[in-house]
């Protein structure tokens, strides 16, 4: 033991009991690191399942990516104190990379039975797979209101991408340029004929 400690063992300890003792006073000397091990943004990946268990987190998959792992554990409390309202719902369902619509029995139509609602989730490009919708299944039944029943879970896929369109116009005229001909004029139009006469006599009278 370094000269700094005064060991605590009395004088007939066994040199077993000396050598535990040497090695666990260097314990002391071992970072440990509370407040990252207790941060879901900063915890080592390993230790993510426990922190999930004192986080009372009510559902996990070690098959979930490590994006979802983390906001799992770091929307436990809000979505412990909102049990039982939509904001819950979609705490427990967007961290996992889907989308949730809320349809209130009075939204739906025809109009729906009073205290139901209906789901819609949608699974954008990725798709989901039956064991994924399972788990779904259960994280909204854990999160929902227990006086309310869900009438349908409707999935919606949706896919993303860059979509290139283009267009192009031809126009023009023909214009031909012939030698000019003249055609025949025709006028049409309205003639008035008139004729007079004038007729006189002339007489010469001489001396007889």
Known sequence: MSDDRTPLLPNNSTPLERAAAEALAEIQRVPVPLHTLWNPWECPVPLLPYLAWAFSVDRWD???T?????????TS???HKKKGTISALRRVVEPLGYLLEVIEWWEATPEGT???FALKIGVLDKGI????????ERLIDDAKPCSRHITGLDLAGETFGKFYAGMATYDGDVTAVMPYIPGDLISTGIVHLGIATDSNDSATVYPL
């Open 62 to 64: 070690p098959a979930w």
């Open 114 to 116: 009073p205290g139901t």
């Open 129 to 136: 797979t039956q064991e994924m919708y399972l788990e779904l």
């Open 66 to 74: 490590e994006a979802a792992k983390r906001e799992v554990i770091a």
């Open 77 to 79: 409390f809000y979505v």
